[in-house]
């Protein structure tokens, strides 16, 4: 066995969910440069665990000040979506009226071509 094949399965190893063959276990025993990795993996579980068990009290008005920001953000977000939708609104009647003005120039052009070429003939 080498470091390469065991490395991988040390994670485990450490914490209980795998055990190693005969020959893996002889390896890990006998070579430091594995065991100072076990070791590690080790203490890096015993640290989250004790992450994950130690609770910390907030600063006095940490939440209250956390609730506000939030608060106004959401305030800001809704003003900026009323201002793009009014802006799209406005956009989108600009560019209705631009059509509808080229609508009319053009079929008032047509009407007066009519009215030239009947004249003429």
Known sequence: ???????DLLSEVADGSLLLE???RRHVDSCLRCQAELVQYRKLLRALHTLRTEVL?????????????????GERHAVRSMLTG??????????????????GAILLAAKTRKGRIRLAG
Do not use: F, K, N, W
């Open 22 to 24: 005969r020959d893996a």
């Open 86 to 103: 009014r802006r799209i609104a406005y956009v989108s009647g600009i560019a209705a009226a631009a059509t509808a003005g080229a609508a």
């Open 1 to 7: 066995m080498q470091c390469d094949q065991i490395a």
């Open 57 to 73: 009290e907030p600063a006095p008005g940490l939440l209250t000040d956390i609730l506000a920001g939030l608060e106004h953000a």
